[in-house]
């Protein structure tokens, strides 16, 4: 493809095998020529003259015509589209359309202020002013405040109430589906893990009491009944209460000095419900007493006698330091 097919094809023009005019020039000296600067526009001067170089005025598009004169043969000139219009044209217009729009607002605030000044004031049954929120106007006391805001949230209450009952209570659940894609019993399945949860509870407690032995699970008993009864009893006791002095009685300590002269107890039962052991044994730091089937015959390694040894030498040590200094 040549040059002019590309151009014709692309830009709608080609170049023609005819050359333009020299332009012709009265001062062929040359040299650069500075204009005002106040002119910010094109210049034609009358030393160039180019006849395929269209000038444009205002907007428009000069198009040269054909027709020439029969004077001087120059060629003749038609405006083309519309004339721009002046300056002091267009601040008219502006101008226009400004007071237009100040004149439409006007308007509009004028009829809305009509409209506002002719619409029924709200006033409830009783007779009273309120706002558009419902709201009492003028000033209020704080009774009547709360007696309004009380009032309004009741009706809120009413009306949801009413909406829950025509969409129904079903469209309010949310349905859970599992993988497969079946729906889930929610209140079922909480049922489910509050019933393993309780059934993890009672097995950890049962594991906890099976550890302990009968004597400290029947002591905890004793107290759970004594905390029991201590809902009903008074909150002073005397040196003349009976049960507070039967239970100091009952109570036996292996180095009561006068155990040797008092009424020997009748022979009873542990806190087990099992027969006591009635002879002589050697204390230990738990106070259990041995089984009633005890043969009198000290089968240890001497634990317990070492470990009351030791206490009593470090008693014994504090008591003499404490003499040497009070000596001192």
Known sequence: MSLADYLAKNYLTADSDKKSKKRKRKNRDGGLVIDDDDNLGWKKTADEDDEDAPTVVGGGTLRKTKKKSKSDGAAMWTAVGVAAPSHAQQVAADEAAADAIIASTAADREKAAEAEDEAPEMVDTEGVLRMESGVKAGLQTAAEVAADMKKKQDEEKRKAEEAAKEMGG?????????????????????????????????KKLEKEKAARGDVQNAAAAQRKQQLQDAKTMTIARYANDEELNDELKERGHWNDPASGFLRKKKAGRSITGKPLYQGAFQPNRYGIRPGHRWDGVDRGNGFESQWFNSRNRKANVEKLEYQWQQDE
């Open 170 to 202: 079903a469209a309010q659940e949310t349905i859970y589906r599992d993988a497969s894609g079946r729906i889930i019993n929610v209140a079922m399945k909480r049922a489910e893990a509050r019933k393993k949860a309780e059934d993890e509870e009672r």
